[in-house]
């Protein structure tokens, strides 16, 4: 069982972008909307982020970086912490997930999860 000490929560909200996709080259563009809120009981920032993005050909692939947006967010108890950013599949449904890691004020390092998420073209999917 986790120390509720450390524990971060994440939400996403996927939107489809006509306007960027283009299906006859299979490329079919996404934005997501994270928000990140501090659930635990201690203060902690984002230094990095790590993406698994899986098409519907079960092609992967992994995204790892520092911050989200350029940015490395210190969150306290209670905090949140929302951004918008995107991304381009193969097929037109995929999905996320991944792991930003954290540390916490006590110098603690821990990982919160980000729960899979679908990304999907509208009317693909019934």
Known sequence: MADSKYQITVNSVTHFIP??????EDRYVFTYTITITNTGRMTAQLISRHWIITDANQSVQEVRGLGVIGEQPTLKP???????????????VGTMRGSYQMVAENGEK?????????????????
């Not at 306007?19 to 006859?24: L, T, V």
């Not at 821990?110 to 509208?122: H, K, Q, R, V, Y």
């Open 110 to 126: 821990f990982d919160a999860e980000i729960p899979e998420f679908l990304l999907s073209m509208p009317r693909v999917l019934h």
């Open 19 to 24: 306007d960027q996709s283009d299906e006859a």
């Open 78 to 92: 209670g905090e949140s912490f929302e951004y918008t950013s995107g991304t381009a599949l193969s097929t037109p």
